[in-house]
């Protein structure tokens, strides 16, 4: 979604942007004209010098002296609180601020700072300022939310309500929502103070209504046990104080004294919002549209999750006119779209827009909480299943970017754990699709999706099932799955499936790109493994080059890669691993061996002689590696050395290759003469 608040050129425009252009009456004791009217028309009722008529004394009554004292306990003064004190001074103060921050919490405790026993009375924000009163005594301050029209006041009002709220001892403030030019435009228009409000620390929050209904002793000691960045999960900055409340209320309920962890805390409050959130969306298919966005690509550009919310939409209108899309809670249809400002739509999702901290650094969306994702998946995706088909297809092209990609995998991912794997059904048909990301995203989910009890049985099976078929998109979405970047697949069972993927032909034109994708995977393992890891990859290719078939194929084309990572590992490991050695001999000679893999071997082999320089072990092992590859004789090894001894002086290894070409020629046998003549 990427409507956001007009901007604003006169009043009128501003007045409509607050009223959301909502046609309200209020005239008590007036005549209204509905007919036809040409020009402005406005008509004045004095009141009585009293205020307060019985119309109004039934749309204002006291804040609760109970809450008004819980308030006031539990209460974090924002930033600017001492100039919003100075500012109520004159009488009439505007507070500005995003719903659900805080402003009602600070508009009381302006209105009773300084008394011992306060009296606040809250005013219908229908009611028609330039017609209302305070009362003669008794009140302390009037606090009056989002009236329709702040504008309705006029100079010669507010002079009357200042006059009459100084003689009555009382002080009033109106709150209203943010927006674009507002601010300047209520001082220039009404001439009175505006106090902007700020989201006060999430912590001291969070701390105030803890230790309101806990002792001391009991909230320091369960703050000292949470788990390390576990408070940073509970309290994002900027979290609003209502969900601060929430999570100190958490707390309190689920037991301090019992040592609940922070992770239980977290699970409770993102089921218990997760479920008020969707509750909410199911009734705005737009709305719906924006959570399941943010519930995948939460954290990345405000225009993907825009982006991506806008496509899911266009889709389910697309299915639905065909029939075949889920209506009402089932899933979003683009006819029901109601455009509204991004700020109160993520108000509705518990999200909110990070600015980025560059100058060009792109906005992002995301929950204040990013747990939320799984208990909106479990809320939509639990027990009704309808939704389930519907974002396979939207997730089966989610854009370019690898972030992106990542994201709907996972995502998918999270939806298997919901239906305890059976969504994974859909997975065949959405790696099909007519997208170049469908196979990557089937990847990431099932990469992702075998970690999880809940769904690694039907995850297993389908890349095992997936590994002999002959498609070309599912057997690169196994390729991809056996990347370690791409999930939980163990080292063993991604050798494994890569091996079937070798073994099996497969009569698709697009079977190279797999045979890339294997390759690409190896390499990768390879690269970011740690040592057992590594072995066990040389190990096995080790083995395929037994077979001249594709396996051993595919290890002479992968094992030049390998030897160009880290060249240090390998010489360290080659003097301490005599397992290692022979595997390296092995695979070494087969590449060389292998026209379309020399060149890269070769290199690798200089690579390491460079390396070598200068370095005792490391010339000590590369001495000994020659020396094996001589004594296994293969003839890809003697073009290496022949290659080398041509070479411009300036080459590596010119030296430890001429003493392994004298000692091949040394080693080989004299060719057989024909046998002299009786």
Not at 21 to 27: E, G, I, S, T, W
Not at 415 to 436: C, I, Q
């Amino acid at each position: 979604m990427t409507s956001e608040t007009p901007r604003i050129g006169d009043l009128d425009a501003l007045v409509a942007t607050l009223n959301d252009r909502k046609m309200v009456v209020v005239a008590p004791h007036g005549t209204v004209n509905t007919g036809l009217v040409t020009g402005d028309q406005r008509q004045f009722v004095s009141t009585s010098a009293e205020g307060g008529t019985a119309t109004a004394s039934m749309r204002q009554g006291p804040v609760r002296a109970k809450y008004l004292k819980t308030v006031r306990r539990r209460f974090v003064p924002p930033p600017g609180f001492p100039d919003a004190l100075a500012a109520l001074e004159s009488g009439i103060a505007v507070i500005l601020g995003e719903p659900g921050t805080g402003r009602e919490t600070h508009a009381l405790n302006l209105l009773a700072h300084n008394e011992e026993e306060p009296v606040v009375v809250q005013v219908d924000g229908d009611i028609n300022l330039s017609r209302w009163g305070p009362r003669a005594q008794g009140v302390h301050g009037y606090l009056v939310m989002e009236p329709l029209d702040p504008f309705a006041l006029r100079a010669w009002d507010l002079s009357r309500l200042e006059t009459r709220l100084a003689e009555a001892g009382a002080r009033l403030i109106i709150v209203l929502a943010d927006a674009p030019g507002l601010a300047g435009t209520l001082e220039d228009h009404l001439g009175i103070p505006v106090i902007r409000h700020h989201t006060p620390d999430p912590r001291k929050v969070f701390t105030a209504h803890l230790a309101d209904d806990c002792r001391k002793e009991a909230c320091e000691q369960w703050l000292r046990a949470l788990e390390p960045g576990r408070l940073d999960e509970l309290l994002p900055e900027g979290l609003p104080p209502r969900h601060a409340a929430q999570a100190a209320e958490a707390v309190l309920r689920l037991g301090v004294t019992g040592g609940v962890s922070g992770a239980e805390v977290l699970r409770h409050l993102t089921r218990v919002e997760g479920a008020e959130v969707v509750a909410r969306a199911q009734k705005d298919p737009a709305l719906l549209a924006q959570l399941l966005s943010i519930s995948v690509y939460g954290g990345l550009g405000r225009d993907v999750v825009s982006e991506r919310a806008g496509k899911l939409l266009q889709l389910a209108g697309s299915e639905a006119n065909q029939g075949s899309a889920a209506q009402g809670a089932h899933g979003p249809s683009s006819g029901d779209t109601r455009r509204r400002p991004l700020t109160e739509t993520l108000r509705l999702l518990g999200a909110h827009r990070v600015q980025g901290a560059a100058e060009r650094a792109t906005d992002t969306v995301s929950f204040y909480w990013p747990a939320m994702s799984g208990a909106v998946w479990e809320a939509l995706c639990g027990d009704d299943t309808d939704l389930v088909p519907l974002l396979h297809t939207w997730l089966a092209g989610p854009g370019h970017e690898t972030d992106q990609i990542e994201r709907a995998g996972q995502a998918l991912a999270a939806v298997a754990v919901v239906t305890g794997g059976r969504s994974l059904e859909l997975l065949s048909d959405l790696a099909s699709a007519p997208t170049s990301q469908a196979s990557e995203v089937a990847a990431w989910c099932l990469g992702t999706a075998v970690q999880d009890p809940a769904a690694a049985g039907a995850a297993a099976h389908l890349l095992e099932q997936w590994s002999v078929a002959t498609e070309a998109p599912l057997r690169k979405a196994v390729a991809y799955a056996c990347r370690s970047d791409r999930g939980q697949v163990t080292d063993e069972q991604a050798l494994r499936l890569l091996q079937r993927l070798m073994e099996t032909p497969a009569d698709d034109t697009g079977d190279l790109s797999v045979i890339t994708s294997i390759v690409e995977a190896l390499v990768q393992r390879f690269e970011t493994g740690d040592s057992g890891a590594r072995v066990t990859v040389l190990c096995r290719m080790r083995d395929w080059t037994e077979t001249d078939d594709v396996p051993g194929l595919l290890a002479a084309l992968t094992f030049p890669a390998l030897a160009a990572t880290d060249p240090a590992w390998w010489s360290d490991r080659i003097r301490a691993d005599t397992e290692v050695a022979a595997s390296t001999v092995r695979l070494a000679g087969h590449a060389l061996n292998e026209a379309v893999t020399f060149m890269d071997m070769r290199d690798a082999l200089l690579l390491w002689c460079s390396e070598a320089e200068g370095v005792e072990h490391r010339a000590q092992v590369l001495s000994g590696l020659l020396d094996a590859l001589v004594d296994a004789r293969q003839p890809g090894f003697l073009r290496w050395l022949l290659a080398v001894e041509r070479g411009p002086d300036e080459m590596p290894g010119k030296e430890p290759a001429a003493l392994a070409l004298n000692a091949w020629r040394a080693n080989t046998p004299a060719p057989e003469t024909a046998d002299q003549e009786d």
